[in-house]
């Protein structure tokens, strides 16, 4: 079994998504670790890309701040090791296509499967495209999580059937950021992936207070979290763990 | 050349948002539906002869072949079009195509500025709301442009993430697309991006070598030795090949803008200093680091200076039937003024790139020789840039 499964195996899973060297990579370490002590369940660790097309302006400005503070893939491969040594929740990482690819995919994924990462979430690979990774996903049970939009439509069925670790509901329309209103039909989706799999579904794009959170995990089996705790950061810096396990906490609370 | 998933070789693809894929499967459905449709095609056609002005001229450059003292060249006029570029061509293609899709309202990107004013000219005529996005550092560069699209009605979004410029523009645009897709159709400037973008652009840029295979065969009874047109996304230079490319006989050659040169960072030329990667939703090369961030990428010219190429073009270069070859700034200015002076045309700096390696070559051939160069677009867009590189306070 899939070792993302165990996210889902204690009630609703909260779900932080967190830029790796923003602003450094200590700061993230600190981070994954007050999140991880204040009870999420999965850490999606984002790998930051130069023109990251499926972000708002909060994950934008992450990524940038983490480039130019000199991350890079195999810096983040060492801070998931360092993490490795006591963070027992599941892990996966978010990037592009091409950070994957260039770096040589079976390089990539064979690594992603011995440091300890569990899944992988590529928002530039729809279905049709997956089975440029997907093998070589198989091949080292890295899951490769596929992603559902409020405009798929017919196609939520044929991608759930298909679904390795869990499927990342995307909640809404345009790019990640905080949203006060969540308008997509969540229940309708959630149904017909049930109807096409086991595989748990989390809700993601735009999620930012409790309320929203219970409401969707109570939708789903769990809430994704990324651009609230990224303006944590932008305004905390190196100082954010505290008020990232403290957000984590209450976030975590209202679900329960 | 395309397989059903949008290949050319290993090129090509749909690497793009989950939330995108229901609005290019419509697209690709519709444009299934109407690119053999006579009554599509008559309209198009009316389009581009009455509105465009179209088919324009080659041009037998007597003055510059007299002092080049080589091949005989032939100018592809694309630049007498309306709106003064190549761009036209395809914005008035897609434009139909969204309006018999129901769609109200074009979005796109713009580099140099040309495509935003194509665009911003085809909502105007069809009653069509416009938002164009464009790097900050190019609305700088090409300030008119920006008046022109604001004078035809659109909005024009200055974007002012990463490097400011056109792969900047291409990034808000898709963005923009997941956010509203019901009434919207992104009008994808270039013959990139994912399938079918890369097909549709190229069949409405193909007019460009459907009229000068015609023509070049009516004024000399023989096809070209070569067609040189210049490449960034390479609309113009895939429009210019793609009736030649059955003909093996006629060397296709795209000009990249090496910018300061490709044994420097500050460049654009793709194919000669990139490799395979994925981004802006294809399969192509790109210019980009060992981790695969995509480069910041330079060009005097603000619509050669694109990280990425053409999936097409990736293929044609795989499999040697297009050659690809780096043009400087130096030598592209040099150009723009060359043939302003021998012909009493201005170029787009982007086209002078075309220019530029046409006169390298032209003096090594021989008299009887046959050159086609697209002159993608009118130059005036760059009289202030150009006179600002050699040095004068010049100010729109």
């Known amino acids: 079994m899939s070792n993302i499964r165990k996210a889902f195996a204690n009630g609703k899973a909260f779900i932080p998504f967190i830029t790796c060297g923003d602003p450094d990579l200590e ?4 981070v994954v670790r007050a999140a991880v002590a204040n009870g999420v369940d999965l850490v999606e660790l984002g790998i930051p ?30 801070l998931v090791r360092d993490l490795r040594r006591d963070v027992t929740v599941p892990m996966v990482f978010m990037t592009y296509a091409n950070v994957v690819f260039s770096y040589g995919s079976e390089r990539f994924i064979s690594t992603c499967a011995e440091i300890g990462i569990d899944g992988l979430i590529l928002p530039d690979v729809p279905f049709e495209e997956k089975d440029e990774f997907l093998p070589v996903c198989r091949k080292y049970g890295v899951d490769l999580i596929s992603l559902i939009a409020p405009t798929s439509a017919q196609r939520v069925a044929m991608i759930a059937r298909e679904a390795d ?77 505290p008020h990232v396990g403290a957000y984590v906490k209450r976030m975590k609370d209202a679900m329960r | 050349m395309t397989n059903p998933k949008g290949r050319f070789g290993v090129h090509g693809g749909q690497y793009i948002p989950e939330t995108l894929m229901n609005a290019v499967a419509e697209l690709e459905e519709a444009y299934d539906r109407y690119k053999d449709d006579p009554d599509f095609n008559r309209e198009l056609t009316e389009l581009l002869n009455e509105y465009a002005g179209r088919p324009s001229r080659l041009y037998f450059a007597r003055k510059l072949t007299e002092t080049l003292g080589g091949a005989k060249i032939y100018l592809k006029r694309e630049d007498l079009n309306h709106t003064g570029a190549h761009k036209i061509n395809n914005v008035l293609g897609q434009a139909l195509l969204a309006k018999k899709m129901g769609k109200t309202r074009l979005i796109a990107e713009t580099g140099a500025g040309q495509h935003g004013v194509a665009t911003a000219t085809a909502a105007a005529l069809f009653g069509m709301s416009c938002v164009v996005f464009m790097g900050e550092e190019d609305t700088v560069r090409q300030a008119l442009n920006v008046y022109r699209m604001r004078l035809l009605g659109a909005e024009v979004v200055p974007v002012k993430t990463g490097t400011a410029t056109l792969k900047d523009a291409v990034s808000e645009a898709m963005r923009e697309w997941t956010s509203r897709i019901a009434d919207t159709h992104y009008c994808l400037g270039s013959v990139m991006g994912p399938h079918p973008f890369p097909t549709i652009v190229r069949d409405f840029q193909a007019v460009i070598s459907r009229e000068a295979r015609q023509q070049i065969l009516e004024k000399e009874g023989r096809l070209p030795d070569a067609v040189i047109a210049c490449v960034g996304g390479g609309s113009n230079a895939i429009g210019s090949f793609y009736h030649f490319i059955g003909d093996a006989g006629v060397r296709l050659i795209g000009c990249e803008a090496a910018g300061r040169g490709v044994d420097t960072p500050e460049t654009a030329a793709t194919v000669n200093t990139g490799r395979l990667g994925i981004f802006h939703g294809m399969k192509s090369y790109f210019c980009q680091d060992e981790f695969g961030q995509i480069a910041p990428v330079y060009s005097i010219s603000a619509g050669l200076d694109y990280p990425g190429v053409g999936p097409e073009h990736a293929h044609l270069h795989d499999i040697g039937r297009a050659e690809y070859v780096p043009v400087t700034d130096e030598e592209a200015v040099q150009a723009f003024e060359f043939l302003s002076r021998t012909e009493g045309i201005i170029p787009a700096i982007e086209s002078a ?36 590189y050699r040095g004068e306070d010049l100010h729109e």
């Open chain 1, 27 to 30: 700061t993230t370490a600190q």
């Open chain 1, 49 to 78: 890309f130069s023109d990251p097309t499926a972000e708002g302006p909060v994950i934008q400005a992450a990524n940038l701040r983490a480039l130019t503070g000199g991350v890079t893939t195999e810096k983040i491969f060492d």
């Open chain 1, 165 to 241: 670790g869990f499927l990342y509901i995307v909640s809404s329309l345009g790019v990640t950021g905080v949203r006060s209103h969540i308008d997509t039909d969540i229940p309708s989706i959630v149904s017909v992936v049930r109807e096409n799999t086991d595989v748990p579904c989390a809700v993601g794009f735009g999620i930012s207070t409790p309320e929203q959170a219970k409401k969707m995990a109570d939708l789903s089996d769990g809430a994704i979290v990324g651009s609230a705790i990224i303006r944590l950061l932008a305004q905390h810096g190196r100082d954010a763990a």
């Open chain 2, 353 to 388: 790139h075309a220019v530029a390696y046409a006169m390298k070559i032209a003096p090594t051939m021989a008299k009887d020789k046959i050159l086609i160069v697209t002159i993608s677009g009118r130059g005036d867009k760059d009289c202030a840039a150009i006179a600002r």
